[in-house]
């Protein structure tokens, strides 16, 4: 290598793919020595690697919206702690209001020093859905929350781990001292101690990095792989035309965003205005999690391989007025922001873009529990069509990439049955290419429980493309022991009996017709 004003492109391939390696080793860690269904088999969690000034460097495939918003949470710690944080420190922190995406999503966050502990290096770090942090409801996903103090416990830069000691004592009283205190701290302990392993691995595979190839040549190819993840995002920006879309949601608020392509500075302008204001539900998404949606799109319209970075923000323009949905102050209730607003706001660009049509746009976030379980899951739909090709049935979309937990297992550790699970054949939209098949779930409960659903598109239909159909909307329903069937809204509390089955038939992707070549969509 003869010089480090530009990369070489074997190097930065090399370093590319390096990053990304090392979150993934994070990612196998934590997952192999976390405690709960949700980590271990759901994989609802994200590893990723961060600057001295807390911009993402690389991640491992892992949740798209935890990785779009984990460098605001690492900026808010370098803001709030500064030359306070030492070597051997891990904080935790899952404040919507300063990068944390909704309450259950607790972050452990590690300063990576050099070897004289004076200088940090990176920060790397975990984001794991806990099966419970407290709240009004077990599985911390309350449907009908209006205050975040409703949904859980927030830690806001909470060190986790000083000077290389466990916090246990004070990690306890925390989790117990609360309106709504964690129902199974062991859990919530054993899942926050897997996250410092990773963490940990991460650490120690930083240091092999800079003292296989040298400080400044790691540092300088950070910088590369953000260049080369920005100059992506401009080629992809050089073929996009302006546009405008408005989503509506079940519970009537609005989602209106407007695309500007500015040509010359090969730029995009993604404007909010006219989205709906703060509401009094829990479907207020926080600004780092509308900016992860974004930050999503644009890296899927990318044909390189390279790593969700800070670079790829670096050509985007985001305005999102204070005090809208899409980001709103405290104390909003912010639980289904996280996982059915950053849905929204993906299909809403989609359409603005008129690239795609709606995926099912819910995750189908489906709890039940009591003091002794608490379980949580998001359920897969149909995922949209676009220019020649069908969408796909019975997948995960977009901002969620968790799978569902293995019928033996969920049997195994709780008392619940899978009664059926299978494919909903023609509630894709139709088209010249059809959106994919959402699904039917039945859980047969064998004790009492209380059970939630926050889901949306129960009322309004994802919408096609070109022409195309909309999909099928979804439905909530359960049927008692005794025969009879009681239909539930998009957003719903019930109390499950011994023997009542719960029933989720999830949302179609949207069709599409055809692409005009000359550009002209139809």
């Given at each position: ?12 391939e090399?370093?590319?793919n390096?990053?990304?390696f ?6 196998i860690t ?11 088999e759901?994989?609802?969690f994200?590893?990723?690697i ?10 491992a ?10 460098s605001?949470?690492?900026k ?10 030492k070597?051997?420190d ?8 300063n990068?944390g995406?909704h309450l259950?999503?607790?972050t ?13 290096l ?11 942090i ?23 830069n909470?060190?986790l781990?000083?000077k ?10 925390i989790?117990?001292?609360?309106p709504?205190?964690?129902r ?26 800079v ?11 950070m ?6 993840a920005e100059?992506?995002?401009?080629k992809?920006i050089?073929v996009?035309?302006?546009g405008?879309?408005?989503y ?21 302008i ?13 479907f207020?998404?926080p ?12 890296r ?15 050509p985007?323009?985001?305005i999102?007025?204070?005090?809208c ?25 989609y ?9 099912q ?10 003091e ?10 149909g ?9 796909t ?7 969620t990439n968790?799978?569902?937990?293995d019928?033996?297992?969920l049997?195994f550790?709780y ?21 994919g098949?959402g699904?039917?779930?039945k859980?047969?409960?064998?004790e009492?429980m209380?059970?939630n ?5 129960r009322?309004i ?15 909530n329903?359960?049927?008692?022991h ?8 998009s ?7 011994h ?5 989720i038939e ?10 005009n ?5 139809h």
């Amino acid at each position: 290598m003869q010089t480090l004003s530009k990369p070489d492109p074997i190097y930065l391939e090399i370093f590319k793919n390096l990053y990304q390696f090392i979150a993934e080793q994070m990612g196998i860690t934590l997952q192999n020595t976390a405690s709960s269904v949700n980590i271990k088999e759901r994989l609802d969690f994200s590893c990723a690697i961060f600057d001295q000034q807390g911009l993402l460097v690389a991640n491992a495939p892992h949740i798209p919206v935890h990785l779009g918003s984990m460098s605001e949470s690492i900026k808010s710690l370098i803001q709030d702690k500064g030359n306070l944080l030492k070597s051997g420190d891990v904080y935790l922190s899952n404040n919507p209001y300063n990068g944390g995406t909704h309450l259950p999503d607790v972050t452990a966050i590690t300063p990576v020093f050099d070897d004289s502990n004076q200088q940090i290096l990176f920060y790397v770090a975990s984001r794991g859905h806990q099966s419970d942090i407290g709240g009004i409801t077990p599985g911390s996903m309350p449907p009908h929350s209006t205050s975040i103090i409703e949904e859980g416990i927030l830690f806001d830069n909470f060190i986790l781990v000083n000077k290389g000691q466990f916090q246990e004592v004070t990690l306890r009283e925390i989790l117990a001292d609360n309106p709504y205190p964690a129902r199974n701290p062991e859990q919530n302990i054993a899942d926050f101690q897997a996250q410092i392993a990773a963490n940990e691995k991460g650490l120690q595979e930083l240091h092999k990095m800079v003292s296989n190839y040298g400080l400044e040549t790691v540092q300088a190819y950070m910088k590369f792989v953000q260049d080369n993840a920005e100059e992506s995002v401009k080629k992809a920006i050089d073929v996009l035309s302006n546009g405008s879309f408005i989503y509506e949601l079940d519970n009537g608020a609005k989602i209106q965003v407007k695309v500007t392509i500015d040509a010359n500075n090969r730029s995009a302008i993604i404007d909010f205005t006219g989205t709906s204001e703060q509401l009094n539900n829990n479907f207020n998404a926080p600004k780092a999690v509308t900016q992860a949606a974004v930050l999503y799109v644009f890296r899927t319209l990318v044909d390189d391989n390279i790593p969700l970075n800070a670079g790829c923000l670096k050509p985007l323009n985001i305005i999102i007025p204070e005090g809208c949905m899409l980001n709103p102050k405290y104390p909003a209730a912010v639980v289904a922001g996280n996982v059915e607003t950053s849905q929204a706001v993906v299909d809403a660009l989609y359409g603005a873009l008129g690239v795609l049509a709606a995926s099912q746009g819910t995750m189908n976030n489906f709890t039940f529990g009591n003091e002794k379980y608490q379980y949580y899951e998001t359920i897969c739909g149909g995922s949209g069509a676009g220019i020649n090709f069908n969408g796909t049935d019975a997948v995960h979309t977009h901002m969620t990439n968790s799978r569902l937990t293995d019928p033996e297992v969920l049997e195994f550790r709780y008392p619940v049955l899978i009664e059926d699970f299978c494919i909903r054949y023609n509630s894709g939209g139709k088209g010249q290419y059809s959106g994919g098949n959402g699904v039917i779930r039945k859980i047969k409960f064998l004790e009492n429980m209380t059970a939630n659903i926050l889901s949306n598109h129960r009322l309004i239909s994802t919408f096609g493309l070109a022409g195309g159909e909309p999909g099928k909307v979804g439905k909530n329903w359960v049927k008692r022991h005794d025969g009879t069937e009681e239909i539930l809204s998009s957003t719903d509390t019930v109390e499950m009996n011994h023997e009542d089955t719960f029933i989720i038939e999830t949302p179609g992707g949207g069709g599409f017709n055809k692409f005009n070549p000359v550009g002209a969509w139809h």
